[in-house]
């Protein structure tokens, strides 16, 4: 296949995600040309690194040490805080949650519930090479009902990383 129909295929590609998904494809047709052009990042580094600090400061207020991680719509960490004293089995956890939230689009805490013995969804943690975590913790990023990443948090009871990632959520847009 040549080149150029290669190229073809990648921007009608693109193009239908765009369609579909409503975001914006991170490539454009102009990079195709092999000129360098800047990506649009719906999650940019600097406004996850606020959204972890502002969670951090919180924690600390409620006497806690944990790890708060946020990713992209993919699943992929983009950053993740360890605070001093945090436990180790922690960063695993907290990345888990948000790629447990964007996998299945929605919280862990609700589809902690709806894995529980007797319901549609039990056995699911057992998936997906043992990622999936179903306790609270992991909450979607949307920006106007788009989902745009998922923040996790671990080191507190489940109760406590509940409320220190919806808190997350709550204040996602204003960071």
């Keep these: 296949m040549e080149r150029t129909e290669i190229e073809r295929i990648v921007r009608q590609v693109l193009e239908t995600v765009e369609n579909r998904e409503g975001i914006p494809a991170n490539v454009s047709n102009s990079q195709a040309s092999g000129t360098p052009q800047p990506v649009q990042v719906a999650l940019p580094l ?3 690194v606020k959204l972890i600090e502002r969670v951090e400061q919180k924690a600390s207020q409620m006497g806690l040490a944990v790890v708060t991680a946020v990713s992209d719509a993919a699943g992929r960490p983009i950053a993740v805080h360890c605070m001093d004293g945090a436990y180790i089995g922690s960063f695993d956890i907290a990345v888990n949650k948000t790629y447990t939230s964007i996998a299945f689009k929605m919280s862990t ?3 902690g519930k709806l894995s529980q013995p007797g319901e549609s969804l039990y056995g699911i943690q057992f998936t997906n090479g043992g990622k999936l975590v179903i306790f609270g913790g992991g909450e979607l990023l949307k920006k106007n009902g788009v989902i ?3 923040i996790g948090v671990s080191g507190g009871s489940a109760a406590q990383d509940l409320e220190l990632a919806q808190y997350g959520k ?3 847009e204003e960071v």
């Design 148 to 150: 745009l990443g998922a």
């Design 109 to 111: 805490e609700e589809l």
């Design 170 to 172: 709550n204040i996602f």
């Design 46 to 48: 600097g406004k996850a």
